[in-house]
């Protein structure tokens, strides 16, 4: 149903990149824009943090305090430029701050206490989130991407649950912060991201990640006019990652081109109220910026409004009131929503319900009197017959 708007221009072929797996996805629609082993396993590394930073925001209040384990700050460090002490607290937007810019393996550690009373109850949170995602061939174990030979993800899972962070400011802006200062139920510390992605202009949010075993991993999202997109490299090393995600993001926003995904001119839909068709139309056409050539795989629903009946007679339907809307549905995901208008006035009559006595004049009175006198007749007749039936009983001494 998609109509090209702009004339499709060539894009490059496919870039060689260093990193062994990568992925880039328009973030709205999930369409994959470039694809190198997008479905192969590997390791998260720090990446997993996103994640960890959703499940924050989603079961805690700004206000809440988040308090370092012995356990918490048993694992392995990450950052020296802050050292938390057991019992210290902070609140979750200083644990979310944390979590991104020093990448804190204990702080990430406390967020799962916290939320779920213990990593592995939290690692069962994080797999179900990850689901719920479209992130289906993942498995969590750690809140912070430590090593586990069990913790693993794709490139495309890791795309799906970055392109979640775009519904959280707060965790957006955590990811693209790089120097502030927190403050701790302890000490108050500046604390800054050494992370090389903040240059980059198209840049709204980056988590990299680093273990022997991932070696160099990066998600990160770009916005290019009305298009953005979430690129994920693994198994890279650094600065070659960089460059990697500056060819992926070079290659990716030139496929997007302008489509028209719902024609006003063709759209036509018909619904009954009361047992009256009514003809609709569209309220607008729709266009959606689109990976080129997908526009014609975007579905259209549409969702009838109920009205009550005392409304509809008294009011009836006017020519441009709202009576529905068409949702354009992609990959599952909800990408845009037009309204359904009518194309003309419309009047209900109301029935008139006769009384019992109006349908009584309706007939002729020998006929009420007939029946009257056939019920009569049938009343006696029944209590003669019970009286006849008393009267035969035979009493015996």
Same mark, same amino acid.
């Given at each position: ?120 109850? *939290? +690692? ?6 990850? #689901? ?5 061939? %993942?498995?969590?174990?750690? /809140? ?111 496929? *997007? +081109? ?6 006003? #001119? ?5 619904? %009954?109220?009361?047992?009256? /068709? ?120």
């Amino acid at each position: 149903m998609g109509l090209l708007l702009m004339t499709s221009t060539a894009y490059a072929s496919q870039p060689t990149i260093t990193g062994q797996y990568a992925v880039s996805i328009d973030a709205k629609t999930g369409d994959i824009l470039f694809d190198k082993n997008a479905h192969q396993r590997a390791f998260p590394a720090s990446m997993t943090k996103v994640l960890t930073g959703i499940l924050l925001l989603e079961h805690t209040k700004p206000g809440d305090r988040i308090a370092f384990s012995p356990k918490a700050l048993a694992e392995e460090k990450s950052n020296y430029q802050i050292e938390f002490q057991p019992g210290e607290t902070v609140d979750r937007d200083t644990a979310l701050m944390i979590l991104m810019v020093l990448s804190a393996n204990d702080m990430s550690y406390a967020i799962a206490e916290h939320v779920s009373g213990s990593v592995e109850a *939290f +690692a069962q949170l994080m797999n179900e989130k990850a #689901q719920e995602l479209g992130a289906k061939e %993942s498995h969590f174990v750690t /809140p912070n991407g430590l090593h586990d030979p069990n913790h693993y993800t794709t490139p495309y899972d890791m795309a799906m649950i970055g392109r979640e962070a775009l519904r959280y400011p707060e965790l957006l802006h955590a990811m693209r912060t790089q120097r502030t200062t927190v403050t701790t139920s302890n000490q108050t510390v500046s604390i800054f991201n050494k992370a090389k992605f903040f240059s980059d202009s198209q840049c709204v949010g980056a988590k990299t990640g680093f273990t022997d075993q991932a070696r160099n991993t990066l998600v990160k999202i770009d916005r290019q006019g009305e298009n953005e997109i979430v690129n994920v490299v693994m198994a890279s090393h650094n600065p070659a990652i960089y460059e990697d995600m500056r060819l992926i993001a070079n290659y990716a926003f030139p496929q *997007f +081109a302008k489509q028209s995904v719902l024609d006003q #001119q063709t759209w036509t839909q018909q619904v %009954s109220y009361l047992d009256k /068709p009514v003809s609709l139309e569209l309220k607008q056409g729709y266009e959606l910026s689109l990976k080129q050539g997908e526009g014609k795989n975007v579905e259209a629903v549409f969702q009838p409004f109920e009205f009550n009946a005392d409304k509809l007679y008294k009011e009836g339907i006017h020519k441009g009131e709202v009576l529905g809307q068409v949702e354009l549905r992609k990959n599952g995901q909800t990408v845009g929503k037009v309204e359904a208008v009518s194309k003309e006035d419309v009047a209900f009559e109301k029935p008139i319900i006769k009384t019992v006595a109006e349908k009584t004049e309706a007939h002729p009175i020998w006929v009420v009197f007939v029946g009257a006198g056939i019920l009569l007749l049938t009343f006696v007749a029944i209590v003669a017959i019970r009286g006849r039936k008393r009267r035969v009983v035979v009493y015996r001494r």
